[in-house]
Nanobody, 125 residues
């Protein structure tokens, strides 16, 4: 059982940056695929980026070149660095994990088993 807790959300102006954190417990490094998702009220949750347990990544087109997923093994923490933020990035952001995923690790939410509660990101124009 992996437990996940996001933090780091907030309000920022367009063009700004935020770094989201996801603290993980019950997690063994290298044993899980990890991902970030986001959801706007009234819309389906969408994948942002997936990372396989071998470290390979897959970024969705809308965030490619602006967002970076990373992991601190010692702290069992997953990060999402978000730069050049746009108003359309406004959403609730979730981290997620699963013990096995596709290659490349395209993040589909129905394939992920463990979820955090989310952290809100609001980008104003």
């Amino acid at each position: 059982q992996v437990e996940m807790l996001e933090s780091g959300g907030g309000s920022v102006q367009a063009g700004g940056s935020l770094r989201l954190s996801c603290a993980m417990s019950g997690y063994t490094y290298g044993s899980y695929c990890l991902a970030w998702f986001r959801q706007v009220p009234g819309k389906q949750r969408e994948g942002v980026v997936g990372m396989n347990n071998d470290g390979s990544t897959f970024y969705m087109g809308s965030v490619k070149g602006r967002f970076t997923i990373s992991q601190d093994h010692a702290k069992n923490t997953l990060y999402l660095q978000m730069n050049s933020l746009k108003p359309e990035d406004t959403a609730m952001y979730y981290c997620a994990a699963v013990d096995r995923c596709r290659k490349p690790p395209i993040p589909y939410d129905d394939e992920y088993k463990y979820w955090g509660q989310g952290t809100q990101v609001t980008v104003s124009s």
